[in-house]
C-alpha cells in the first residue's frame, strides 16, 4: 500500500507540474474516499486546496468526511463560502455534526453559517443529546414507508427520497404518528407481489435503542444481531433516527483505544499519537503516575516497619521483586479477564461469587504449580535452606491467590458503583498486590523464622 500511495504522489506531482488538470481529475475520481485522505495528508500543504478542488462534489464531500480533523480545518479555512456550503450540502447528516463537534468555535460558527437552515436546525438538535449515547452517533436520514402503501408504490417512494438518504437497504415503516411499527428490506420488496402490502410484509419484531441509550451498548447489540442499521426512538416510540454499522465500527474502535489508554493509566486522547504535543502527553499521564507513585509508598513503609526482619535474614530481600511481579501477574490476568467479560456483557455483578470461585479454584492450581517449581529452584540453584524455601513458596502461594481474588473483584466492584473497570487495570491491581504481597510475606517470615 505504502509503494502504490507513493506512486500515486509521484504521478500526481508530475501532473501538476504539466498543468495536466483534466488527468488527475480522471485518477483521482478512480480512487475511494479513505484512500484520498490518506493521499492529501501526505501532498504539500500548498497543493491540497488546489487538488481538493479537482474532485467531484459528492467524493469531495466523502473524502472530506475521512480527513483528519488538522486537514479538515485547513481547508475550511481556504473555502470560499460556495465551496463550504456544497461541502455541507453533499454531507449526510451525522457527518455534519461529527465535523461541528470536533471543529474550534470560530470554525463552527463559519460552517453553521453557510448550512441550509433545515439543516442547521436538525444539527443543533442533534447535538443536544448526550454525548456518547446512540442520539449523538444517529443519523436522520433513512427511508420511511407506510404500512397501507402497496409493494409499487414502495419502491416508487424509495426512488423518489432515497438518492439522499444514508441507506435504503433496510426501510422503516411508521404509523401516522411517527411510531416505529416495523421494518422491511428491499430485498423483500423486490421479490415480494406488486400488490402485496408493506404491512403485511414488513418484520414486527423490531429490535431498537433509545436516543439516549449508550453508545457501546448499541454497538453491542450490533455484534449481537448481525444489524446493518438499528432504529432510535425517542422515549414514547418514535422514530428519530438510525446507527448505520460505519459509525458503530467508529465506536468499537474508540471504545477499544479509551479501554486500552485506562488501563495503562493514561487519560484517554481523541488525537492520533504523532500529532499529540510532548506536553499533552505528558498531561495525560503525569496524574496517574502521580497516584501509583503516592500509592506505592505503602509498599516501602511495609518494607520499612520489616526492617529488623530483613536485617536478620538479608536473604530474604532477594525475593522481594519475584513476589511482587507475579502478585502483579497473576492480579492482572484475571482482570483483564474479567474487565472483557464486563465490556461483552458476559459478566453482570450478579455473577461476582461464580467469578471468584473460579479464580479460586485456577489460584489454587497456578499457585501450586509456581511454588513447587520456585521450591525446586530455591534448593538447587538458590542453595538457600528448607525453611526460607517454605517461607518463599508459602508466600508465593498465598499472594497468587489473593492477587486472583481481587484482580477478579475489583473490576466488578467498580462497575457497580459507577467507574469504569477498565480502572481497575494492571496499574492499580500490581499497587494493591504489591503491598499484600509483601505483607504476606513478612508474616509467614515472622511465623516461620520468629523474628
Known sequence: MAEITATFENTIETLLAAKRFNSLRDILTTMNPSDLAVLFENLPKDKIALIFRLLPKGLAADTFVEMDNDLQEMLIRGFSDIELREIIDEFYLDDAVDLVEEMPANVVKRILSQAASETRAMINEMLKYPEDSAGSIMTTEFVSLSPDMTVTDAIK???????DKETIDTCFVMDSGRHLIGTITIR???????????GDLMDKNVISATTTEDQESVAQMFAKYNFMTMPVVDSEGRLVGIVTVDDVIDVIQDEATEDME????????????LKTSVF????????????????ATFTGSIITHFEDALASYVVLTAFIPMLMDTGGNSGSQTSVTVIRGISLNELNFSDIFRVVWKEFRVALLVAVTLAACNFVKLLIIDRVSIVIAAVVCITLAFTVLVAKIVGAILPMLAKKIGFDPAVMASPFITTIVDALSLLIYFSVASMLLNI
Open 157 to 163: 417512494n424509495i426512488r423518489q427520497t432515497g438518492i
Open 188 to 198: 423483500t420488496l423486490i421479490l415480494a407481489d406488486e400488490q402485496s402490502k408493506v
Open 262 to 273: 485506562i488501563m495503562a493509566a493514561i487519560t484517554p486522547s481523541d488525537k492520533p499519537y
Open 280 to 295: 499533552e502527553i505528558w498531561k495525560s499521564r503525569i496524574p496517574w503516575l502521580l497516584i501509583l507513585m503516592i500509592s
